[in-house]
């Protein structure tokens, strides 16, 4: 494959946003198997292009190149090719190889709900690095017009979304609808997806834990696992006290990055939520725009 292939591929994944990593011999001393330049790039289904001097080598780059997918860590990788330093590889060609490996996909963020503060989640998510589309079953809602920043924008029912949208290691999804009705169709059909083996890196759903219950108890008997359930973050975002659109979407992809780089997310933010007293009834909160 020539690196005019390589790069043609390499377009085209991270045009359909699919989860891949591509490693490049960077440097090279002595005698080695590969020069520098040499690429090779792998998919997270385990398919991968190119090459970078094959053997034992090339294996331990591949699976190293799986992990840069799984947790987007670029790494730099250093082999001395001696049977003193690496006695199974096979090689004792007396070169050193330095090899940087690194993720070339960008995460994809699919917004269901076409609102306020779904406009304010897109702006920002995009900012962040977040390949977004936009569903809402409403036409004038879901446009290119009201979301520039979004890579696509549909107008479809939102089980006829969900079904069809590829949920892969770097698919992240929020739940935003226009009323808790719609949140919980969507949550639903999540939970069917996850029940065929389709699991998200993150799913979020804007709301209190009032909203939370009553949804859940809905969804559970519509046949959604709890397995699911408990992957859902709602209230979902860190807790900064924001009030407006713009700041829930800030707070909402804090966590969005958080997951991505750290793998954690948010929730134990939320324990320090001071609660308010109102009419006098001690322990009754003002809720926020997040928990609405």
Same mark, same amino acid.
């Given at each position: 494959?020539?690196?005019? !292939?390589?790069?043609?591929?390499?377009?085209?994944?991270?045009?359909?946003?699919?989860?891949?990593?591509?490693?490049?011999?960077?440097?090279?001393?002595?005698?080695?198997?590969?020069?520098?330049?040499?690429?090779?790039? &792998?998919?997270? !289904? #385990?398919?991968?292009?190119?090459?970078?001097?094959? /053997?034992?080598?090339?294996?331990?780059?591949?699976?190293?190149?799986?992990?840069?997918?799984?947790?987007?860590?670029?790494?730099?990788?250093?082999?001395?090719?001696?049977? $003193?330093?690496? =006695?199974?590889?096979?090689?004792?060609?007396? #070169?050193? &190889?330095?090899?940087?490996?690194?993720?070339?996909?960008?995460?994809?963020?699919?917004?269901?709900?076409? /609102?306020?503060?779904?406009?304010?989640?897109? +702006?920002?998510?995009?900012?962040?690095?977040?390949?977004?589309?936009?569903?809402?079953?409403?036409?004038?809602?879901?446009?290119? +017009?009201?979301?520039?920043?979004?890579?696509?924008?549909?107008? +479809?029912?939102?089980?006829?979304?969900?079904?069809?949208? =590829?949920?892969?290691?770097?698919?992240?999804?929020?739940?935003?609808?226009?009323?808790?009705? !719609?949140? /919980?169709?969507?949550?639903?059909?999540?939970?069917?997806?996850?029940?065929?083996?389709?699991?998200?890196?993150?799913?979020?759903?804007?709301?209190?834990?009032?909203? $939370?219950?009553?949804?859940?108890?809905?969804?559970?008997?519509?046949?959604?696992?709890? !397995?699911?359930?408990?992957?859902?973050?709602?209230?979902?975002?860190?807790?900064?006290?924001?009030?407006?659109?713009?700041?829930?979407?800030?707070? &909402?992809?804090?966590?969005?990055?958080?997951?991505?780089?750290?793998?954690?997310?948010?929730?134990?933010?939320?324990?320090?939520?001071?609660?308010?007293?109102? #009419?006098?009834?001690?322990? &009754?909160?003002?809720?926020?725009?997040?928990?609405?």
């Amino acid at each position: 494959m020539t690196d005019h !292939d390589l790069f043609e591929a390499i377009v085209e994944l991270r045009r359909e946003g699919i989860p891949a990593a591509l490693a490049t011999i960077v440097g090279t001393r002595g005698s080695t198997p590969g020069r520098t330049s040499m690429r090779l790039l &792998v998919q997270a !289904d #385990g398919t991968f292009r190119g090459t970078v001097g094959g /053997g034992c080598l090339e294996a331990e780059v591949y699976d190293a190149a799986l992990a840069v997918i799984a947790d987007e860590q670029p790494r730099s990788l250093q082999f001395r090719l001696t049977e $003193q330093d690496s =006695p199974d590889s096979g090689l004792m060609c007396g #070169g050193e &190889v330095t090899i940087f490996v690194e993720p070339i996909t960008t995460p994809s963020l699919w917004i269901f709900g076409g /609102g306020h503060v779904s406009k304010a989640l897109c +702006e920002v998510a995009t900012l962040a690095g977040f390949r977004t589309t936009i569903v809402d079953d409403r036409s004038d809602y879901a446009t290119a +017009e009201r979301f520039p920043a979004a890579h696509a924008t549909s107008s +479809e029912p939102y089980p006829d979304a969900v079904a069809r949208f =590829p949920i892969r290691s770097n698919s992240y999804a929020i739940v935003v609808t226009r009323g808790h009705r !719609d949140d /919980g169709i969507v949550l639903q059909a999540l939970g069917r997806r996850h029940a065929a083996g389709d699991e998200l890196r993150f799913c979020g759903m804007i709301g209190s834990k009032t909203k $939370q219950a009553l949804l859940f108890k809905e969804a559970r008997a519509a046949g959604v696992s709890d !397995d699911f359930l408990a992957t859902v973050r709602t209230p979902m975002g860190a807790y900064l006290g924001g009030k407006t659109h713009e700041e829930i979407a800030v707070s &909402v992809v804090a966590e969005l990055i958080s997951v991505r780089r750290t793998g954690e997310d948010l929730a134990s933010s939320w324990d320090r939520k001071p609660r308010k007293v109102r #009419g006098g009834q001690e322990g &009754v909160r003002e809720l926020p725009a997040a928990e609405a």
